[in-house]
């Protein structure tokens, strides 16, 4: 067994993952966080591993369309007026991700950690006996016209084809055939054979925070207050207590910004929230998580009702949710499924969003006791598994399964 006693500050997906690593490692662990396991971003995503997702979204095309997307009401994309100075180092760097060296890196890296998500993944799915909560259906993602699809086919899509994504191209009778009960609002589409999803996110997070407790683990709902590594351990000021490890991992998402900032490492991340509004879809039924890619929306069958999730809303973490958004959305699921669904419930919460598309994985340079595993965006649940696992080797001494220098805290430096 090891000696040593690791902290680790927050207890979403990315955290709980970690922790199960380095519980079945041998460390003693004690997650903190001020909210119940899966409870924060963890709780609202689309469901997804998405085995695709090997592209940064900074490339000049995207770059370009922005204005456009922020001037139109139903687009994916809007901004809190005034949260735009807090985008300002964010747009520069994302800018300078933008280039083609910059972008092709970024590709290599998403795929170097794409390539260990479903070996990991199942790894813990088997630790925790949650299999019962991933089904294994593929993915549709639509699109609306002809054009589109055909721009894709020889884009983004085919950019992930080179990359070994597994896909197939589907006309809009083949679509039917995949989900019967979606309206005819699409062209066609590409279906990825090998994705799978989860029935419920948040159910997948208590069930990996269960089998950690009751394999020893320790569970602190607290607020953290500050982080002091010093040289032989890190001091954790929380509300009321402090205490002290041995190493700590810093996977609070939004408020990591903040953490690291107070080590002297500034990290360009901002707050990108993301809606999910879960819909009671009548006597239809949908087999498959099913996006339409025009408007960033996917629909999820989910326990409890088919989940509507999608937009990127740059805001404070903090600010109330904006009713037109979730709107929007509703507008797009009407078109999609051709009925008028009710909604169950609505739902908003912050993405922690880096400007090159990629996580900060890794040990602080300048700190050796502190790692970091946060900043995943729209890929928390995608790559929860293997940055536990990578943080473990971190904490282990090891050389890393994945090169971590793409993913380093200081790259923005």
Request: hydrophobic content about 40%; overall charge neutral.
């Amino acid at each position: 067994m090891q000696s040593s006693h690791i902290g680790i500050l927050g207890a979403g997906v990315v955290g709980l993952a970690t922790a199960l690593h380095l519980q079945k490692a041998g460390y003693k662990v004690t997650l903190i966080d001020r909210e119940a396991p899966g409870m924060g971003a963890s709780f609202g995503n689309a469901g997804l591993f998405a085995d695709y997702a090997r592209l940064p979204f900074s490339k000049f095309a995207m770059m370009r369309k922005m204005p456009g997307m922020l001037l139109d009401k139903t687009s994916p994309l809007s901004m809190q007026g005034s949260y735009l100075p807090s985008l300002m180092p964010y747009g520069w760097e994302f800018l300078k991700a933008c280039f083609p060296a910059k972008y092709a890196k970024g590709k290599v890296a998403l795929k170097s950690l794409q390539e260990l998500t479903r070996q990991t993944d199942q790894e813990l799915l088997d630790l925790t006996n949650a299999q019962d909560l991933v089904k294994a259906e593929g993915c549709l993602g639509l699109f609306a016209t002809e054009e589109g699809f055909a721009t894709a086919q020889q884009g983004d899509l085919q950019e992930r084809r080179d990359q070994g994504v597994n896909l197939e191209f589907l006309n809009a009778n083949q679509v039917r055939e995949l989900e019967p009960d979606l309206a005819d609002f699409h062209a066609g589409g590409v279906f990825y054979p090998d994705t799978r999803f989860t029935v419920s996110p948040v159910e997948l997070c208590r069930r990996y925070a269960d089998h950690f407790t009751a394999n020893g683990g320790v569970i602190l709902q607290n607020q953290v207050q500050a982080v002091e590594p010093g040289d032989y351990d890190v001091t954790v000021r929380l509300t009321g207590d402090t205490v002290k490890y041995d190493q700590v991992v810093v996977c609070t998402g939004v408020a990591s910004k903040e953490i690291l900032a107070s080590m002297g490492i500034k990290i360009p991340m901002v707050s990108e929230r993301g809606y999910h509004l879960t819909l009671d879809i009548g006597a239809k039924a949908l087999s498959r998580p099913v996006g339409w890619l025009d408007k960033a929306v996917f629909l999820t069958p989910m326990d409890g009702g088919v989940r509507l999730a999608g937009t990127a809303e740059f805001a404070f973490a903090d600010a109330p949710l904006n009713p037109q958004r979730a709107d929007a959305m509703l507008e797009h699921a009407k078109v999609m499924l051709g009925n008028n669904p009710s909604i169950k419930s609505t739902w908003v919460g912050s993405r922690p969003s880096t400007p090159d598309s990629l996580p900060v994985i890794g040990t602080v340079d300048k700190h050796p006791r502190v790692k970091v595993a946060f900043g995943h965006g729209h890929l928390g649940l995608t790559f929860a598994a293997v940055t536990g696992k990578l943080i473990t080797e971190c904490v282990q001494g090891q050389a890393t399964s994945v090169d971590l220098t793409p993913f380093s805290a200081t790259r923005f430096a």
